[in-house]
């Protein structure tokens, strides 16, 4: 994954940079590209979170990518909210023995892109069903305008300007000389 990917070279990106290993972040505001921060102790205590507050999170020991961090020295993992209709990424890495920093980003799923889309492709339908049934009807005008001139005009049929093909269906004996006009 892309995405994954991009997490990697955020986390290599703080640990070379030396985020959080002497137990302070550089701005406590940061922010990178609407990904989240967070700094996790060994013993899965949350001391800092670049989008929530740090008081009323839970422990993130158990966590997969926290514990492949602190055992392999980096982990990433994959969560899914059937709620939201959205993914998170993380990938996290471990900076000291004492702290590992974790980078996330949510994404949206295939299906809330095309929830999102349906009422633009339901509009664009109604507009072209629209403009289908106009162009149908103007179409229609100009093929039975001269079945209309003609049926209205029955007793002149012969002054009556009409289709060749309709003289055929109308006078059969002048088929042979029509035939050859065309």
């Known amino acids: 994954h892309q995405v994954m990917n991009d997490l990697k070279i955020y986390s290599d990106l ?3 940079a030396g985020f959080y290993v002497s137990g302070e972040t550089y701005d406590s505001n940061l922010k990178m590209n609407h990904m989240r921060i967070t700094v996790v102790g ?3 205590e949350v001391v800092y ?8 999170m839970s422990n993130h020991k158990y966590r997969k990518e926290i ?4 055992k392999k020295g980096s982990g990433q ?4 909210s059937q709620t939201l ?12 023995d004492n702290y590992v920093i974790r980078v996330g980003r949510a994404t949206s799923s295939i299906y809330s ?10 509009i664009l339908l109604v507009i072209l069903l629209v403009f289908c049934a106009f162009i149908a009807r103007i179409c229609t005008k100009s093929v039975i305008k001269p079945i209309e001139n003609m049926t209205s005009h029955m007793d002149e049929l012969y002054e009556v300007s009409v289709y060749k093909e309709m003289k055929l269906l109308v006078f059969p004996e002048l088929s042979d000389m029509l035939i050859y006009n065309f």
């Open 113 to 122: 892109v095309f929830k999102a889309a349906i009422p633009s492709v339901i």
């Open 42 to 44: 060994k013993d899965g």
């Open 77 to 80: 993992d994959i969560r899914t």
């Open 49 to 56: 979170d670049s989008s929530a507050d740090v008081s009323k």
């Open 85 to 96: 209709d959205t993914s998170s990424f993380y990938y996290a890495t471990k900076v000291s």
């Open 14 to 16: 703080l640990k070379s």
């Open 67 to 70: 514990k492949e961090a602190l």
